[in-house]
């Protein structure tokens, strides 16, 4: 058995790629499916938005005490610093939603229509966004502002106290960039039977449109 896999392409390329093999049959277990990557999807993203909305508004609120009440004077500095951070956490988390939710009830109006094809598109759809939501711009901001959160502790005289802070800030961002639902990206990487016919030639093997934090593309094996 031999794997191929093809150069990085755009997600319509990998549209492109599974739309032109033959559909498969619409059978109930093929529904079944999708309904397991849509449904558990947006219970995922319901579950972590309440969590790490909850997670920010308790640190939020923390912060917010010690800042006043704390007996430390650095801890009520560490503290300050803390409700900016948190706050702008807890606004991310309030303006920027998981896409799953509303994936969801566009999967519902596909699949009463019949629409195979455009769900496929819109589990394509989906995997693309939850790769963007795993690559390199999702660390930017946490990047930049727990540079910053970092550099004015150390400003105090406190190079130790800055340099963790900077490191639990950034931590504590890795988990909740991977802590977030996946679910189509993990079912377009896996393997489904096709053929293709390349004029009197006809190839039958399995395909795969693999979706990364780094790049989305297709693998033909046969």
């Known amino acids: 058995m031999r794997l191929r896999q093809l150069s990085r392409g755009t997600l319509a390329a990998g ?9 498969q049959a ?8 999708y309904d397991e990557v849509f449904e558990r999807g947006a219970q995922h993203a319901q579950w972590w938005d309440a969590g790490w909305t909850g997670i920010y508004a308790a640190s939020l609120a923390f912060d917010a005490y010690q800042s006043s009440e704390a007996s430390d004077p650095d801890d009520r500095f560490d503290a300050r610093v803390g409700v900016v951070k948190s706050a702008l956490a807890l606004g991310g988390m309030l303006t920027d ?3 799953h939710q509303a994936a969801l009830v566009e999967y519902e109006r ?3 229509q019949g629409e195979l094809s455009g769900v496929q598109a819109l589990g394509l759809s989906l995997a693309q966004a939850e790769r963007e939501r795993r690559g ?6 946490s990047l930049v502002v727990n540079t910053v959160a970092g550099a004015v502790i150390a400003a105090d005289g406190r190079e130790r106290d800055g340099a963790i802070n900077f490191a639990t800030g950034m931590l504590i961002n890795e988990l909740h960039i991977w802590t977030q639902p996946n679910q189509a990206s993990s079912a377009i990487n896996r393997f489904q039977p096709a053929r293709v016919s390349l004029g009197p030639i006809t190839l039958e093997g399995e395909y795969a449109l693999m979706v990364s934090p780094q790049q989305i593309g297709a693998t033909w094996r046969y």
């Not at 549209?15 to 032109?20: H, I, M, Q, R, Y």
């Not at 059978?27 to 079944?32: E, G, H, K, V």
């Not at 390199?136 to 901001?141: C, D, N, P, Q, Y």
């Open 15 to 23: 549209a492109a790629l599974l739309l032109s093999l033959p559909a």
């Open 26 to 33: 619409q059978t109930s277990a093929d529904w079944a499916a």
């Open 97 to 99: 939603r998981q896409p």
């Open 110 to 112: 596909l699949k009463a």
């Open 136 to 141: 390199f711009e999702a660390r930017v901001s």
